[in-house]
């Protein structure tokens, strides 16, 4: 057997000593460093994390095998708050009943192979590119802001969109490089690093992690829209370990460049629909194919291109 044919069950199955074996196995083949290994909780559920380094980045290990993906809305029975709640969105907004709007709103239900993979436990935003303190560019702007010690973080930008910021003593706390950037950009430059964004079907796997509620902690939300909640179930790794799905403002590409997940720009919120609508644009299969295409036009404007890039296994 291929790592990449390494499935949730038989991953769990593993005794602890040879899960360690499989992880470092993986990650000398991939040239990585195991960073972490160990039993994680999230909503109830139990899991063996495997985490990597490559790079500075950080990669978790998603097992694959033969999973069901999308929602069906007819399967949702709201609370009575969460009735309440969309009752005035259908008033204010003329929204569809719930069912339907769900039904519109996530993929379809349907059961697919997927391999086990290495997947980013962030994403990454092609718009903003960190820079190391001895990047020339940073060094550049360094010797020439005139930085002196004392006053806290300060932040200097240069033309072409460089940022440095540094601390209280004077040292670089931290650079980066901000450009437009387009979503062909952003996944070519992702080749170049080896890596490949993750399709919408291992997007959702990432995110859900088998779970089959409409979100992955289950179908309760919190009486506070998601973007206002600093300590929500969605701010929490999830059972993968990941950070996915967090905020609504913040949607991520996919391999399909018309498929966006995890978020809809804020548009629910800066709306006013209504809280739970707002966490709706958080369930693990919400697709909203009319902010897909508005964000995918020539006018469109964007100021972050996120992707998840994941590691194919051998």
Request: glycine share 12%; net charge negative.
């Amino acid at each position: 057997m291929t790592y990449a044919e390494l499935t949730a069950a038989a991953w769990m199955d593993l005794d602890d000593d040879e899960a360690r074996r499989v992880a470092l196995a993986i990650a000398d083949a991939h040239g990585l460093r195991l960073t972490g290994l160990g039993a994680h909780e999230y909503a109830g559920r139990v899991h063996r994390t495997a985490l990597f380094d490559r790079a500075g980045l950080a990669f978790a290990l998603v097992p694959g095998g033969r999973v069901t993906l999308g929602y069906d809305g007819a399967a949702f029975t709201p609370t009575a708050a969460q009735a309440a709640d969309y009752a005035q969105t259908v008033d204010e907004y003329n929204a569809p009943d719930l069912a339907e709007y769900l039904d519109g709103y996530t993929s379809p239900v349907r059961t697919v192979e997927l391999p086990a993979s290495l997947v980013a436990v962030e994403a990454l935003d092609a718009c903003r590119i960190e820079l190391g303190p001895e990047d020339e560019r940073v060094r550049d702007l360094v010797g020439s802001s005139g930085a002196r010690p004392g006053g806290g973080i300060r932040t200097y930008t240069a033309g072409g969109g460089l940022e440095v910021r540094f601390d209280g003593s004077g040292k670089v706390a931290g650079a980066r490089l901000v450009r437009p950037t387009s979503y062909d950009e952003a996944v070519q430059a992702l080749i170049a690093l080896g890596l490949r964004p993750a399709t919408p079907d291992e997007w959702e796997y990432a995110c859900g992690a088998g779970a089959r509620t409409l979100f992955r902690w289950g179908d309760d939300t919190p009486a506070e829209n998601p973007y206002d909640l600093p300590n929500g179930p969605h701010r929490r790794p999830n059972l993968w370990g990941l950070a996915i799905g967090q905020d609504p403002y913040r949607h991520e590409w996919t391999a399909q460049r018309e498929i966006l997940c995890g978020g809809d720009g804020g548009s629910a919120i800066c709306g006013g629909a209504g809280d739970f609508f707002s966490w709706t644009t958080l369930a693990t299969a919400y697709r909203n194919a009319e902010f897909a295409e508005e964000m995918n036009t020539e006018d469109a404007y964007v100021d972050e291109v996120l992707l998840r890039p994941v590691i194919d296994l051998v």
